[in-house]
């Protein structure tokens, strides 16, 4: 699948092109605005990918799920997008940080078991794409392949 997300004129409402692997192409509207802060739906991609969420939005698109977000999210899929984006935005990603702020965002999940080496490289991917998101113009535009089966 890849999906494509265009720089809007700030204050639009966001949207991505999605060309699924069956053939389906549709606009994704997650919702939201555009601006120059990284939208929503590519943390959520970046980070549903970097940390294989199987559970996520968009492995439920790419499985040929509906075409907007279910109402509700799902918790998981964002607790840990939250964590990452904790993550990211730190000074300096040390294993200690990383494991204090797992331990606080994902109180809500006794039992989940996250890797912090895996959220310090989701977090890294998290802050380039920021970087390249922040560099568009309005009419740029990035685009993502989520991985195949």
């Known amino acids: 699948m890849r999906v494509t997300f265009p720089r809007l004129p700030d204050h639009e409402r966001a949207w991505a092109l999605v ?11 997650g919702g939201g605005t555009a601006g120059p802060r ?21 492995a439920g698109i790419a499985a040929g799920g509906p075409s907007q977000p279910p109402q509700p999210p799902g918790q998981r899929a964002e607790l840990l997008a ?11 990603l040390t ?4 494991r204090r702020l797992t ?10 078991n996250v890797d912090p080496v895996a959220v310090a490289v989701a977090a890294r991917a998290l802050q380039v ?9 309005v009419g740029e535009e990035l685009s993502y392949d989520w991985p195949g089966k």
């Open 19 to 29: 060309e699924r692997d069956d053939g389906v192409v549709f606009r994704f509207y």
């Open 38 to 58: 990284l939208p929503h739906d590519i943390m959520h991609l970046v980070v549903e990918r970097e940390l294989r969420i199987s559970d996520g939005i968009w």
């Open 82 to 92: 939250d964590l990452v984006a904790g993550a990211a935005a730190l000074g300096t």
């Open 95 to 98: 294993l200690e940080k990383i």
């Open 103 to 112: 331990a606080d965002k994902l109180a809500a999940l006794p039992d989940a």
């Open 129 to 137: 794409e920021a970087a390249r998101w922040a560099r568009l113009r």
